[in-house]
T-cell receptor, first 114, second 109 residues
Framework: GAVVSQHPSWVICKSGTSVKIECRSLDFQATTMFWYRQFPKQSLMLMATSNEGSKATYEQGVEKDKFLINHASLTLSTLTVTSAHPEDSSFYIC??????????FGSGTRLTVV | KNEVEQSPQNLTAQEGEFITINCSYS?????LHWLQQHPGGGIVSLFMLSSGKKKHGRLIATINIQEKHSSLHITASHPRDSAVYICAVMKSSGDKLTFGTGTRLAVRP
């Protein structure tokens, strides 16, 4: 079946540095990738939608300059958290729609900013 | 009010019990998903429904489009079923998912 590979699975970074998270569709072409954030014991919240070859669409309240999304190819979408702060510590997960109404999720990235 | 409501929020069961998790939604949908999220965070898609009923092993999912309601049943529950179960709806194919708040299930041996 469809697989989305997400890396890294966890990362610890210092305040002020940037972190890049990658999501690759391994056996299908993902023209769209959804990026979610999840705080402890809360539901997934959509941050942005990336579309191959065009600018990402951000949800209200999500800073475009802080969460840079790139979808340069049909198999790779990246999320870069720039100038990370402790409040950016969260679980980030990507998801791509597949055939019909199916969905495939990445394995998630746990980001800790110290 | 959330477009997708789940109940219960938390559920503790004894191994072997039959479990039901409910999901109600208030919008028109093209499909409803049941997802399982384990403590490590990874999410697995259990079912995708647009009508009727689906069964996979000990898991059964049903949906009533007219009543805008879906249920996830687990028969003969086991401690390894302990996870957060999330209901999510898609308004149109390829669209983003709208998530319920999840049901945290703990199955005791």
């Amino acid at each position: 079946g469809a697989v989305v590979s997400q890396h890294p699975s966890w990362v610890i970074c210092k305040s002020g540095t940037s972190v890049k998270i990658e999501c690759r569709s391994l056996d299908f072409q993902a023209t769209t990738m959804f990026w979610y954030r999840q705080f402890p014991k809360q539901s997934l919240m959509l941050m942005a939608t990336s579309n191959e070859g065009s600018k990402a669409t951000y949800e209200q309240g999500v800073e475009k300059d802080k969460f840079l999304i790139n979808h340069a190819s049909l198999t790779l979408s990246t999320l870069t958290v720039t100038s990370a702060h402790p409040e950016d510590s969260s679980f980030y997960i990507c998801s791509a729609p597949g055939q019909g109404a199916s969905y495939t999720f990445g394995s998630g990235t746990r980001l800790t900013v110290v | 009010k959330n477009e997708v409501e789940q109940s219960p929020q938390n559920l503790t069961a004894q191994e072997g019990e039959f479990i039901t998790i409910n999901c109600s939604y208030s919008v028109g949908i093209s499909a409803l998903h049941w997802l399982q999220q384990h403590p490590g965070g990874g999410i697995v898609s259990l079912f995708m429904l647009s009508s009727g009923k689906k069964k996979h092993g000990r898991l059964i999912a049903t949906i009533n489009i007219q009543e805008k309601h879906s249920s996830l049943h687990i028969t003969a529950s086991h401690p390894r079923d302990s996870a957060v179960y999330i209901c999510a709806v898609m308004k149109s194919s390829g669209d983003k998912l709208t998530f319920g708040t999840g049901t945290r299930l703990a199955v005791r041996p």
